[in-house]
């Protein structure tokens, strides 16, 4: 399938998760891929394996919380393939602490890679998409950026935000042919979820409970959420701008 052919795209948190495994599969469908992290050791080991498969991937270091970071980072992708069609803005962390107990400096850290991250590299894609006549924004939101859970309080108040910041970017610049849209996994067969997991004080029975959470008896995995951004990405997804795609097994259905 090359439904993606030519549509140069960017994939934030693209060293592992969510954000390997959409950085994969843009390739496999055509996109030339730019792979954008801090983990500078496995990023590059991502893109080296999609060039061995025969697609299109650099690898770029990049902290998303740093505005000439992120403008330098489309800079170096138009430089390199003429233009931006797709901004999967993916990168985040997590605080596993209700807000009594959080400090200063870790809100800041969740709210500056999270949000502000999301922020500065939606400025930085709309700015070009402009130039271009137009392109595909997709962020990773979350099932917490339309419930919230406990003792997870910079968390959710960065990924709500996300989602809101996604439905202004679709407002301001639909009439530009620039879609917006936003991402919302459940629990995600991850390494951010395997930090989450590996503080509980039985880290078995917590995936057990996490499995349960979910309508479909169990959490994700990465490739799931990936076909989703892909779609978004995608021109079957033509008429969606300023929506929340909830990919989570029945998590927020189920009472």
């Not at 060039?51 to 998303?64: F, I, L």
């Not at 003792?151 to 108040?157: E, F, G, M, N, T």
Request: contains cysteine; aromatic residues 4%.
């Amino acid at each position: 399938m090359n439904d993606l052919a030519g549509k140069v795209s960017i994939v934030t948190g693209g060293a592992s998760g969510i954000g390997e495994a959409t950085a994969r599969l843009l390739a496999q469908r055509g996109a030339p891929v730019v792979i954008a992290d801090i983990n500078d050791e496995a990023g590059a080991a991502v893109a080296d394996r999609i060039r061995r498969s025969g697609r299109v991937a650099e690898y770029q270091h990049c902290d998303v919380s740093q505005p000439q970071d992120v403008d330098g980072l489309v800079a170096a992708t138009v430089q390199r393939f003429g233009r931006l069609d797709a901004m999967i803005a993916n990168a985040g962390v997590q605080v596993e602490k209700p807000l009594a107990e959080t400090t200063d400096a870790e809100w800041d850290r969740v709210i500056n890679i999270n949000l502000k991250g999301t922020f500065l590299c939606c400025r930085a894609a709309v700015r070009q998409m402009l130039k271009n006549g137009g392109g595909s924004i997709v962020a990773t939101g979350s099932v917490l950026s339309l419930v919230a859970e406990p003792v997870l309080a910079a968390y959710c108040a960065s990924k709500g935000g996300i989602l809101m910041l996604i439905r202004s970017i679709a407002t301001d610049y639909g009439r530009h042919h620039i879609r917006a849209n936003c991402v919302c996994p459940g629990y995600i067969n991850t390494p951010l979820g395997d930090g989450y997991f590996a503080i509980q004080p039985d880290p078995a029975a917590a995936r057990r409970a996490a499995d349960a959470m979910h309508a479909l008896g169990r959490m994700g995995e990465p490739d799931e959420v990936a076909r989703c951004v892909a779609f978004l990405v995608s021109e079957e997804a033509s008429f969606m701008t300023g929506s929340a795609l909830v990919v989570d097994g029945g998590l927020v259905a189920k009472v």
